[in-house]
């Protein structure tokens, strides 16, 4: 089974009793493909002409498909005989989140989909051993986004950008979010994205281009507010995170040293202060044993179904969102001034038990919270 690209007549595809086979130059070289397809008979071939991706339907072992063939199609005799280079591919789709759940009984088909991921495809004409390569990612506005560990072996390879963030930081408490998207982090913007490809002291670089779902129905402006908004709060649940780390850290040293003390005016302040950190903790995030069938709902519990909402539809948030997501940020606003105040009254507190010879109170510092 012979099939010519539809678009790169150099570029042939042989299925045989053990394997696929690739050609780049018309047929005068060929080398098996092994990008996960096992050596297998292919019994048939066919090419998507919209999407350009390759159908190959094996004996016995189901039917794969090779995603987008932009970057075969650009390996040509010339590219190969480089040390690196960048292959291009496809506009990376930004998929609409989505949830289902059914009972199909005997009739269930279950098949991966594309991941929420773009990807980045490059050549190298022989494997990377000495020191990290690492492929950089930068807005359209120049600032880096993340960095990603390449793959060092020769040839071609292809890694994943997730186009979400890491999950937003969620304050421990009693119960679960309930909303399925508050673990999941924001999706990143449409656009054209910066790539570098960091590999010993050479640097190389290319765009990817990530473009919305088709099946969209908002607008440009419409996800643009979508983005501001879900990065607010995902912000905010990041700073409340901070503010009950930091009390229930301070509340901890507080209990330890009121514990181990025999001093007793300093045993009382401590334990005051303990118990004002932690009843300040149970205005912040649920503390009921049970759950989520409690029903107890704190600033923690409102900010992770918010952000779940408008993190789970990439349209326009609704009026309602928008002005909830106001009246949140003014709580956490007076939550952090009252985490302020309490935490203000270590200062005075310290200067006592300084003279009791009892280690001061630390509060922990945002920064160090970050890195921890």
Avoid: C
Avoid at 122 to 146: A, C, M, N, S, V
Avoid at 160 to 166: I, L
Avoid at 184 to 198: A, H
């Amino acid at each position: 089974m012979v099939r010519e690209d539809l678009v790169s007549p150099n570029l042939l595809f042989v299925g045989t009793e053990f394997g696929l086979f690739v050609s780049i130059d018309g047929g005068a070289h060929w080398a098996q493909f092994t990008g996960k397809i096992p050596n297998v008979a292919v019994r048939d071939i066919a090419i998507q002409p919209h999407e350009s991706d390759l159908l190959i339907a094996s004996h016995g072992r189901g039917i794969f498909i090779v995603d987008d063939l932009t970057s075969l199609r650009a390996l040509t005799p010339e590219v190969i005989a480089k040390d690196a280079v960048f292959l291009p591919s496809r506009p990376a789709t930004l998929t609409l989140p989505a949830g289902e759940q059914r009972f199909d009984g005997d009739s269930e088909f279950v098949g991966p989909t594309l991941p929420e991921a773009a990807p980045i495809t490059y050549y190298q004409k022989k494997r990377h051993i000495f020191g990290d390569l690492l492929i950089e990612i930068y807005d359209p506005q120049g600032k880096l986004l993340t960095t990603i560990q390449g793959d060092k072996r020769r040839g071609l390879n292809r890694v994943q950008w997730p186009e979400r963030a890491k999950p937003p930081k969620v304050p421990p408490a009693a119960g679960l979010v309930e909303n399925e998207f508050a673990f999941l982090g924001p999706q990143v913007q449409e656009g054209t994205y910066t790539v570098k490809m960091i590999k010993g002291k050479e640097t190389y670089t290319t765009t990817i281009t990530l473009v919305p779902d088709p099946r969209t129905k908002s607008t440009a402006a419409d996800r643009a507010l979508q983005h501001t908004t879900v990065m607010q709060l995902y912000d905010m649940l990041g700073q409340l995170t901070y503010i009950v780390d930091a009390t229930v850290d301070l509340r901890n040293q507080a209990r330890q040293r009121a514990a181990s003390t025999s001093d007793a005016q300093a045993k009382v302040q401590l334990q005051k202060l303990a118990d004002s950190l932690e009843d300040f903790r149970s205005t912040l995030v649920s503390t009921k044993e049970g759950g989520m069938i409690t029903g107890e709902h704190k600033l923690r519990e409102d900010l992770g179904e918010l952000y779940g909402g408008v993190n789970g539809y990439s349209g326009r948030p609704t009026q309602s969102q928008i002005e909830r997501a106001g009246v949140l940020k003014k709580q956490l606003d007076d939550s952090n001034t009252k985490f302020q105040s309490l935490t203000g009254q270590t200062t005075q507190l310290n200067s006592q038990l300084q003279n009791a010879k009892i280690a001061p109170l630390t509060v922990m510092s945002q920064e160090d919270w970050s890195k921890k």
